[in-house]
T-cell receptor, first 115, second 113 residues
Framework: DSGVTQTPKHLITATGQRVTLRCSPR?????VYWYQQSLDQGLQFLIQ???????AKGNILERFSAQQFPDLHSELNLSSLELGDSALYFC??????????????FGPGTRLTVL | AQSVTQLGSHVSVSEGALVLLRCNYS??????LFWYVQYPNQGLQLLLK??????LVKGINGFEAEFKKSETSFHLTKPSAHMSDAAEYFC???????????FGKGTMLLVSP
């Protein structure tokens, strides 16, 4: 158990809908990262938040957005869902702002299925 | 631009045999290199990372990897496979910071008794 929690574990929805994925980092960790793992694209970095502020952006679609709240939990919002958005979405956390000297801990993931 | 190539989407070994998972990288700057393991229905776990200190890096669960600049490789090895090593392994490269991590496609390690 990494200490990073993600809810829900599974989510099934329809095209065009909007969903919210939630992540709670390990106690004391200030950075939260979101990744997408799909059969087509593999594992891709989406976005990072550090202490409530957006720190870095990767291959995140405009239909997706995220935020980190004062209690440091984070939410990833996916809207106008398409079949291709079906994937495993991972959250990870680290103590610092994303330096390689940090260790990054991954949650168990949320499996999103868009029908 | 940076990338990693993992040779072989599946590798099969017998229990007790040597494990060798191959990773070659491409990076325009001195890279940081990582190996992660993903067990079924779980998130990724860091096995080891190279951050330009020693070229031979020891990780958890008996795994190690050697950075070879001349070969642009960072292969993962374990002397003796255990059934519990069956999982998917990802090589990743960064030019600095986790936000620049680029992952390979993954190699599924199958261990037979």
């Amino acid at each position: 158990d990494s200490g990073v929690t993600q809810t829900p574990k599974h989510l099934i929805t329809a095209t065009g809908q909007r969903v919210t994925l939630r992540c709670s980092p390990r106690s004391g960790d200030l950075s939260v990262y979101w990744y997408q793992q799909s059969l087509d694209q593999g594992l891709q970095f989406l976005i990072q938040y550090y202490n409530g502020e957006e720190r870095a952006k990767g291959n995140i679609l405009e239909r997706f957005s995220a935020q980190q709240f004062p209690d440091l939990h984070s939410e990833l919002n996916l809207s106008s869902l398409e079949l291709g958005d079906s994937a495993l979405y991972f959250c990870a956390s680290s103590v610092g702002s994303g330096s390689i000297t940090d260790t990054q801990y991954f949650g168990p993931g949320t499996r999103l299925t868009v029908l | 631009a940076q990338s990693v190539t993992q040779l072989g989407s599946h590798v099969s070994v017998s229990e007790g045999a040597l494990v060798l998972l191959r990773c070659n990288y491409s990076s325009s700057v001195p890279p940081y290199l990582f190996w992660y393991v993903q067990y079924p229905n779980q998130g990724l776990q860091l096995l080891l990372k190279y951050t330009s200190a020693a070229t031979l890096v020891k990780g958890i669960n008996g795994f190690e990897a050697e950075f070879k600049k001349s070969e642009t490789s960072f292969h993962l090895t374990k002397p003796s496979a255990h059934m519990s090593d069956a999982a998917e392994y990802f090589c990743a490269v960064s030019r600095g910071g986790y936000s620049t991590l680029t992952f390979g496609k993954g190699t599924m390690l199958l261990v037979s008794p």
